[in-house]
């Protein structure tokens, strides 16, 4: 995998030369001087001749760390901006090898479903469905009955019912009224026709009844 | 006689324990006779068909003769009213009626009395006839046998 880097403009690549000439020109003058300090013997001196130097370069050197510090970023960032080709990049880094490499299932502990779930709005959900033909199409409603009625004990339902209504009394008080209706009418006709009967048979007979009531 | 008033409607309280009269009689003896013969009927129904059962190949009505009809439907017909009347004072017709067979003094007939009064209905049934000449409302039967018909229309016996 490459890194599709466009290529350096000339002048900075003029630039780098010069750089490399000044480097190569400030290391081969310091070898030399420390050779010849080495071979003088004058370490002692120079030691002392540079501390001045020392304790400047090195104030110098931490301004410039500092100040390097706080432009790095940015000039890193314009550099990346400037010279890298990001789509180029992600282009090539294959998603599907780093996705395949992924631990999901510890992602998805990582995640909290209730609160996720907390967030879905379930009477939306539930408008669109048509729950009614769901149920007609997907549930097999035999079994369904089957299976509530073998959980019921019908005969202790019925039962049940049959206490609280009283079938037996209510039939027995209606027949019983209707029935003992018909029969006093058949009774007070009986007596009535009894009474006549007597009547006619007592005047036919000339005979004198002294009250009703006599046995 | 009066207990149990109650269950009789006012109209007819002041009757209760009175000589029933001619029409009444007549019409609960008709009731009975009914009763009896749904019964002969029934009977000659249930041996018809248990031959049947027993040989269905070769069936055909049992001989009814009008004469063995008439035995067996009088005899059935005294038993009846036997039972009936020793035990409760009342068949069948005269519950519907609101009648009750009673000894002369209002007691109970007893068995003999009931078991004569019942052949003696059986044979001679025209004596029931009396009641219209009689001055008592007693038939030819109530005269012989000292019992009497009263108007009673309490549910049951309560003595």
Avoid: C
């Amino acid at each position: 995998m490459t890194v599709p880097v466009r290529r350096l403009p000339d002048d900075v690549a003029a630039a780098l030369t010069a750089l490399d000439l000044a480097v190569g020109a400030v290391a081969v003058t310091a070898s030399a001087a420390q050779a010849t300090a080495r071979t003088l013997r004058l370490t002692g001196l120079v030691e002392r001749g540079a501390r001045p130097f020392l304790r400047a370069g090195r104030s110098w050197r931490l301004r410039v760390v500092r100040e390097v510090d706080h432009l790095l970023p940015l000039l890193v960032d314009l550099a990346v901006r400037r010279y890298v080709d990001l789509d180029g990049l992600v282009a090539t880094v294959d998603l599907d090898a780093a996705a395949e490499r992924l631990d999901v299932e510890a992602v998805i502990a990582r995640v909290d479903l209730d609160a996720i779930a907390a967030r879905i709005d379930v009477e939306a959900i539930l408008d669109r469905l048509d729950l009614t033909a769901t149920v007609l199409e997907r549930v097999d409603l035999e079994a369904v009955v089957d299976g509530v009625l073998a959980r019921i004990d019908l005969a202790a339902l019925v039962e049940e019912v049959l206490d609280e209504v009283d079938l037996p009394e209510i039939i027995r008080e209606s027949t019983g009224t209707m029935a003992s209706d018909t029969v006093r009418n058949v009774r007070m006709q009986g007596v009535t026709a009894d009474e006549a009967v007597t009547r006619v048979v007592d005047r036919l007979l000339m005979r004198h009844r002294p009250a009703p009531g006599a046995t | 006689m009066h207990e149990h008033e109650f269950a009789i409607p006012k109209e007819a309280r002041g009757f209760q324990g009175q000589r029933a009269g001619i029409v009444t009689r007549v019409v609960a003896a008709a009731i009975d006779a009914a009763v009896v013969a749904l019964v002969l009927l029934g009977a000659y129904l249930g041996y018809a068909g248990v031959r049947f059962l027993l040989d269905p190949r070769h069936f055909s009505f049992p001989d009814a003769s009008i004469f063995r009809s008439l035995v067996v439907g009088a005899a059935l017909m005294a038993l009846y009213l036997t039972v009936a009347w020793a035990m409760t004072g009342r068949t069948y017709g005269n519950v519907l009626l609101g009648l009750r067979v009673v000894g002369s003094r209002g007691g109970d007939v007893g068995w003999l009395r009931a078991a004569l009064r019942a052949g003696f209905y059986v044979v001679l049934p025209i004596g029931l006839f009396w009641v219209v000449i009689d001055p008592r409302q007693r038939s030819i039967q109530d005269r012989v046998l000292g019992t009497a018909v009263v108007y009673d229309w309490r549910p049951s016996r309560t003595q």
